[in-house]
Every structure is written in structure tokens, then in C-alpha cells.
């Protein structure tokens, strides 16, 4: 169980400077379907001869490619499993302790796509004045979902979304910044996650796609149709008028040594679990 938590904590403290380089001027813009199940991946605005897109900055293909999302099925293989763990400070996730849930950690994990955000396309940034808001209108699929942050054990987690919440629930996100966060899904099968973004007067939405477990069609997931009631109204409104709303700042660390801190933090902790099962042993 210990193992559990330091998967979710460890994997914050490491996850939460990614070393990805941002999206150079003039990528290309991938046709047709595609669906990815490994690698770095990004929601993100970007502006296209003066329209507004929601899309995937695809990393794991060389060269990095944007992707429609309409095209494109996240697939969380069941490597991505791991037990809900035996403390409060994780009940918001809503399972049981012990539950196995699929995670997308904060750090990439290998054979689990990494799914994070940016506000670094080059054409939108020039076009962003402080940031923008990032919305998630309502959340389809046959479990729960949360995306949440945590800055190592010495922080409490940050939930930036939950299906288990009212919508809409926007965050604000600042320009040129680049973010990962743990993606909890309750139950394998497909999800629709259906967002806007919103920058100045701006506008744009779409409907992420994720086929969730081995057992699950990519196919399923593609042509699903997102058929829940949506809240009407634009991102920077809902963010101005909701009682859920998310100033999210990434945790940026001052570097190395406060990383190694927090690691050192979790060890001793490990090992103090470890001294205090040993003497409860010795004493049977």
C-alpha cells in the first residue's frame, strides 16, 4: 500500500518540471486518425490563420505533429493500474482503498501516454495576454474521473477536476507554461471529456477521447457521441461566476536540491514504516 502512495507522491514531485521542449514555429498539422498510447502528449490553444483550435501537440512522434482530438483516441493501457491508496488525504478520488484504478501520474511512465497542457504554441502565444482559462464542461464514461496536483507528500493534493463535481469547473492557466498532473479514472471503458478554452474573447472547445483499459475498441472511443447536458455559457464567465474555480499555478521547484529534499522526505518516510513493522514483529 505504501508502494501505492509513493507512486502518486513521488511521481508529483518528479513531474513537475517537464524537460519537453515547446512547439516550434510551423509544425504540422497531422491528417487522419490516430490513436496514441505511450509518449508525451498535450492539450493546448493554438491559432490557425485567425481561428481558434483546441488540439493535441503529439510528442511521441518525431517530428511533433498537432492532432485534432476528433482524430485522436488516448489509450490508457492496464499498465497504468494501480491500487486507490489506504489514506484520507486520497478520498476525494472516491474508491475504496485497494481499488484498482488506471493513473496517468504526473511524471511519464513508460508504456502509459503522458497527458498534460501548454500555452506555448507560438502563434496563440503572441495572441495571449496573461493566460487563459481552461474549462471542463462535463465529463462522460462509466467511472469516475480526477485530475489532480500534488507537490510530493509534504503538500495536499490539488484537484483541478472531478467528474463527482458540478460543471462547469474552469482553471486558469498562465501563458507560455507547461503542466502535468495525475489523471485518475475510476472504471475501464471510453470517456469523453468535453472542454473549452478561452483567451480574451476567444473561444474554443472539443471533446477529448480516451479508451481507458486493454479490453477497450479505440474504435468505441472515436465514435462515441458525447451525449450529456452541457452548461451553457463561455469558460471566462463560468471561471469569473464559479464557486469551483482554480487559480492552478504549476509547481515549479527552485531546483535540484529541494527535489532531492523531497525525495529524501519520502525515503525516510518509507523507512520509518519499515523500523516501526519490524518492531511490531519483534514484539509478537
Same mark, same amino acid.
Given at each position: 500500500?505504501?508502494?501505492?502512495l509513493?507512486?502518486?507522491?513521488a511521481?508529483a ?7 519537453v ?5 510551423g509544425?504540422?498539422?497531422?491528417r487522419?486518425?490516430?490513436?496514441i +498510447? ?10 490557425r490563420?485567425?481561428?481558434?483550435s483546441?488540439q493535441?501537440h503529439d510528442?511521441h512522434t ?6 485534432e482530438p ?5 489509450r490508457i493501457?492496464?499498465?497504468a493500474r494501480?491500487a486507490?491508496?489506504?489514506d484520507e ?5 472516491g474508491?475504496k482503498p485497494g481499488?484498482?484504478v488506471?493513473v496517468?501520474?504526473?511524471t511519464?511512465?513508460p508504456?502509459?501516454?503522458?497527458i498534460?497542457w501548454?500555452?506555448?504554441d507560438p502563434a ?14 462535463g465529463?462522460?464514461g462509466p467511472?469516475?474521473? !480526477?485530475?489532480?496536483l ?11 477536476w472531478?467528474?463527482?463535481k458540478p ?5 486558469w492557466? +498562465?501563458?507560455n507554461?507547461?503542466t502535468?498532473a495525475?489523471?485518475?479514472f475510476g472504471?475501464?471503458?471510453v470517456?469523453l471529456?468535453?472542454?473549452d478554452i !478561452?483567451?480574451?474573447d476567444a473561444s474554443?472547445?472539443?471533446?477529448l477521447r480516451?479508451?481507458?483499459?486493454d479490453?477497450?475498441?479505440p474504435d468505441d472511443a472515436? !465514435?462515441?457521441?458525447?451525449?450529456q447536458p452541457?452548461p ?7 471561471f469569473?461566476?464559479?464557486p469551483?474555480?482554480t487559480?492552478m ?5 527552485g531546483?535540484?536540491?529541494l ?5 529524501a522526505?519520502l525515503?525516510l518516510?518509507?523507512?520509518a ?5 519490524e518492531?511490531e514483529r519483534?514484539?509478537?
Amino acid at each position: 500500500m505504501l508502494h501505492s502512495l509513493l507512486c502518486l507522491t513521488a511521481a508529483a514531485v518528479l513531474g513537475a518540471t517537464p524537460t519537453v521542449p515547446p512547439p516550434a514555429a510551423g509544425q504540422a498539422q497531422a491528417r487522419g486518425d490516430a490513436v496514441i +498510447e505511450s509518449g508525451h502528449i498535450d492539450i493546448g490553444p493554438t491559432l490557425r490563420d485567425g481561428r481558434w483550435s483546441v488540439q493535441i501537440h503529439d510528442d511521441h512522434t518525431v517530428p511533433a505533429v498537432w492532432r485534432e482530438p476528433a482524430a485522436t483516441v488516448l489509450r490508457i493501457r492496464d499498465t497504468a493500474r494501480q491500487a486507490v491508496p489506504d489514506d484520507e488525504a486520497y478520498a476525494f478520488l472516491g474508491e475504496k482503498p485497494g481499488t484498482r484504478v488506471h493513473v496517468v501520474p504526473q511524471t511519464e511512465k513508460p508504456d502509459v501516454v503522458w497527458i498534460g497542457w501548454n500555452t506555448q504554441d507560438p502563434a496563440a502565444l503572441k495572441a495571449i495576454d496573461r493566460g487563459v482559462t481552461m474549462n471542463l464542461r462535463g465529463a462522460q464514461g462509466p467511472g469516475a474521473v !480526477t485530475v489532480f496536483l500534488q507537490s510530493g507528500n509534504l503538500g495536499a493534493p490539488q484537484v483541478l477536476w472531478s467528474s463527482a463535481k458540478p460543471y462547469p469547473q474552469p482553471i486558469w492557466v +498562465e501563458a507560455n507554461t507547461h503542466t502535468h498532473a495525475n489523471w485518475v479514472f475510476g472504471k475501464p471503458g471510453v470517456y469523453l471529456l468535453a472542454l473549452d478554452i !478561452t483567451a480574451g474573447d476567444a473561444s474554443a472547445s472539443t471533446v477529448l477521447r480516451l479508451a481507458v483499459g486493454d479490453a477497450t475498441d479505440p474504435d468505441d472511443a472515436r !465514435t462515441a457521441a458525447f451525449t450529456q447536458p452541457l452548461p451553457s455559457g463561455s469558460a471566462a464567465a463560468a471561471f469569473k461566476d464559479s464557486p469551483s474555480r482554480t487559480s492552478m499555478t504549476p509547481f515549479l521547484f527552485g531546483g535540484g536540491a529541494l527535489v532531492a529534499a523531497l525525495i529524501a522526505s519520502l525515503a525516510l518516510r518509507q523507512s520509518a514504516v519499515r523500523r516501526r513493522a519490524e518492531k511490531e514483529r519483534a514484539a509478537r
